[in-house]
């Protein structure tokens, strides 16, 4: 499994950005994906994830109305929507994956097996 995050960069305090999780995965059949986040200092908290196929979308209250995550089978690549950004969303944003979670787990970062290298998000004016 590789997951790779592209789409983090330097945005102003009520601004929108699109990351990118593109997935090389052998099935995903029973995998699950998520965003997680690590501000400086802070310890890696849980953003919003889902099964592949079915299941509910999970957000963390911090991203709920403001964050979005959709799916584009066809390229394999997960997408995370942020809107009305603030400094407090400044953070390295990490992609994760595991198999066979259970709904209850989708925000658990110890739950899952593998990461991408994460992709840098900085909102500042």
């Known amino acids: 499994v590789q997951l790779v995050e592209s789409g983090g960069g330097l945005v102003q305090p009520g601004g929108s950005l699109r990351l990118s999780c593109a997935a090389s995965?052998?099935?995903?059949?029973?995998?699950?994906m998520a965003w997680f986040r690590q501000a400086p200092g802070k310890e890696r908290e849980f953003v919003a994830g889902s099964r592949w196929t079915g299941g509910a979308i999970r957000y963390a209250d911090s991203a709920k109305g403001r964050f979005t995550i959709s799916k584009d089978r066809a390229k394999n690549t997960m997408y995370l929507d942020m809107n009305s950004l603030n400094a407090e969303d400044t953070a390295d944003y990490y992609c994760a994956g595991a198999y066979n979670l259970r709904q209850p787990d989708i925000s658990e970062g110890g739950r899952y097996n593998y990461w991408g290298r994460g992709t840098q998000v900085t909102v500042s004016s």
């Open positions: 995965v052998s099935s995903f059949n029973s995998f699950a």
